[in-house]
DNA sequence: CGATCGTTTGATCCGCATCAAGATAGGTGG
DNA sequence: CCACCTATCTTGATGCGGATCAAACGATCG
């Protein structure tokens, strides 16, 4: 059961005693699930607070042509799902799906409302991570507004390099370029042509392969 | 001191006693701004939490270019900040400016994370309210990405419609047509442009005039 | 009545989506 | 080990939409 032990390190938990931490986690069950299999989908009721133990899962929904739009790309560690059990309506707005043979810890909605209220630290933990969340999302916007392909993409290889302790000298993508696409809301052959661009900014990218040679962080 | 009575009814009290919202509500001021006022800019620290009485202030930031993007458009009744308050980093990440003189009530910062910690009613408001624009900014971003400038702004007036509580057969435009388009990350002309096609979704503006006849809400 | 701000209209251009093939890679079975 | 298949990615040609530049128009205010 390393898995729990995992489990307990994420900032939801952090400020806790070891015991209280336990007596929660008695709440929460382990599921393991496959590549492409579906968590939920938008306007199911929302059941579950999930947390990744390992794996990946994409949220994402669908535009009114058809074409999938990737809004989140959740990891080992990530939590799923905190707004949605907040929030007034008790139905998930968006798909979810496993895009990686997966790991993951469920809680029912009531067992983090339940904390929330008689935790005065997982509820301030909660907040900050709200509050975490909100902020990297209006950045996304905002970057999604004003930014060319090209440095979106610069970007997205910098954040994904950091946020998954990769070494910047050289990486294997952890993702398909169609995924990436979407994230980006830009088309496979979009991508594929901004690929080539990167070099000026001292980033190469050779099939799997990525090196951020060199290249600054971005400002905001 | 009408303007107390209207704080006391603001969600992030709902629950609360008299007595204690009386109590809470002695740790804020009134103040007093005028159009074009900065409330703060990013980088700023985070000092304090606002709730408008009356009035607009707009949440902008700037691109690169020096094109201001609004982000979000706040009227009496809304808060301000309590992501800025939750977040680890204590400084302001867009700017404010009042659009509209405005009558605003402002708290320390310690003050709603005090009041978080000592009522849980508080912080599950909290939670809920950072839930539910967190569920606004997705739906809004999504729209954004794959929403034709037509549907966008056929999607503002509705909304701006329902949130102000207007009359759909005919109200005037609360905001002006260069701040709509800088909401909706759109040039003025394209704006101005894009007024006309909106007849065949049968809605028409002529000036500052709008009425929505008949047009139905967007779905999602 | 000029001056400034906000809005509209016109002409042009560039970037990304779209449509359409081709290329590469992984996986399976003969 | 090779032929075949499907999934994923790349490349090419074309068109449209919204940004940009430029200028006129309208409104509000001292």
């Not at 929460?28 to 579950?48: A, E």
């Not at 669908?62 to 990530?78: L, N, S």
């Not at 970007?155 to 050289?170: A, K, S, V, W």
């Not at 980006?184 to 099939?207: A, D, N, Y």
Request: include cysteine; aromatic fraction near 6%; charge should be neutral.
């Amino acid at each position: 059961m390393l898995n729990i032990s995992f489990v307990k390190n994420i900032s939801l938990f952090s400020g806790l005693s070891e015991t209280e931490k336990d007596m929660l986690l008695t709440g929460g069950s382990i599921y393991f699930y496959n590549r492409k299999d579906t968590l939920f989908r938008r306007g199911d009721p929302v059941m579950h607070f999930y947390v990744i133990c390992s794996g990946q899962v994409k949220l994402f929904h669908e535009t009114a042509e058809g074409v999938d739009v990737t809004t989140a790309i959740r990891i080992a560690g990530d939590t799923m799902c905190t707004t949605g059990i907040f929030a007034l309506h008790a139905s998930h707005h968006m798909h979810a799906e496993v895009i990686k043979d997966s790991t993951i810890m469920e809680f029912p909605v009531q067992w983090l409302k339940d904390a929330a209220r008689e935790h005065s630290t997982v509820s301030l933990n909660l907040l900050s991570a709200l509050s975490q969340r909100g902020r990297r999302q209006e950045m996304d916007t905002q970057n999604q507004a004003s930014m060319t392909p090209v440095q979106l993409l610069a970007n997205f290889l910098q954040q994904t390099c950091t946020t998954q302790g990769l070494d910047p000298q050289g990486f294997t993508l952890p993702f398909s370029k169609t995924l990436i696409a979407s994230r980006l809301c830009m088309t496979r052959e979009t991508l594929s042509r901004t690929l080539p661009k990167l070099k000026e900014m001292g980033i190469s990218v050779t099939g799997t392969h990525v090196s951020l040679h060199g290249s600054q962080v971005m400002k905001h």
